[in-house]
């Protein structure tokens, strides 16, 4: 059963950094790319970059370009998600998701069960 | 690259079947047949139901069914049970590695 569990929810403080984790089972890591998607309380669904945990290839959403870094540990079969200094404005839900396709984005087929991200001072 | 123009809302009886459209550009859903359609709970994490324009995935019930035509993909669910009450959203592959979600639909089963 394809499965990624995702880590718990997080309180920072504005200024702090943090990193959440998305660790997938029951089929092979290294093979798909694995995309990160927000979504703010009340809000939809935003696209933020997918890292192919393989080699480590990752692509950004000209949105979230900056603002975040992927990375994935490959044997461990974990991808990433890290912010070097968070904003209030970055508290939100983050999912992570399995990708279909490469050359072209297509769908998610299995998602996290989010993390839940609170900056707050 | 802007969201793909979903509406707020849509509403129907049980055992009505309600349509939600999804309106992009000829450079995300008028370009490629890669739209996808996710279910959201309320707390839950999104669930694929369509993708590739109008395939179901393994266990997604066949009343849930989609289409496209031209910039506007379209998202058809028959025969409404209270179970459907969601929230919906369109995506497309928006070209040069770019994904795009629409901004949403609150689907009311009244």
């Known amino acids: 059963e394809v499965q990624l569990v995702q880590s718990g929810a997080e309180v920072k403080k504005p200024g702090e950094s943090l990193r959440i984790s998305c660790k997938g089972s029951g089929y092979s890591f290294t093979n798909y790319w694995i995309g990160w998607v927000r979504q703010m309380p009340g809000k939809g669904l935003e696209w933020m970059g997918i890292?192919?945990?393989?080699?480590?290839?990752?692509r950004y959403s000209p949105s979230f370009q900056g603002q975040v870094t992927m990375s994935a540990d490959k044997y461990i079969s974990s991808a990433y998600l890290r912010w070097s200094s968070l904003k209030a404005s970055d508290t939100a839900m983050y999912y992570c998701?399995?990708?279909?396709?490469?050359?072209?984005?297509?769908?998610?087929?299995?998602w996290g069960q989010g993390t839940l991200v609170t900056v707050s001072s | 690259q802007s969201a793909l123009t979903q509406p707020p809302s849509a509403s129907g009886s049980p055992g009505q079947s309600v349509t939600i459209s999804c309106t992009g550009t000829?450079?995300?859903?008028?370009?490629?047949?890669?739209v996808s359609w996710y279910q959201q709970h309320p707390g839950k994490a999104p669930k694929l139901m369509i993708y590739?324009?109008?395939k179901r995935p393994s266990g997604v019930p066949d009343r849930f069914s989609a289409s496209k035509s031209g910039k506007t993909a379209s998202l058809t669910v028959s025969g409404l049970q209270a179970e459907d009450e969601a929230d919906y959203y369109c995506s497309s592959y928006g070209g040069n590695n770019n994904l795009v979600f629409g901004g949403g639909t609150k689907l009311t089963v009244l």
């Open positions: 998701a399995r990708l279909r396709g490469a050359t072209t984005l297509r769908y998610f087929d299995y």
């Open positions: 890292i192919y945990p393989g080699d480590s290839d990752t």
């Open positions: 590739e324009v109008s």
């Open positions: 000829s450079s995300d859903v008028g370009g490629y047949n890669y």
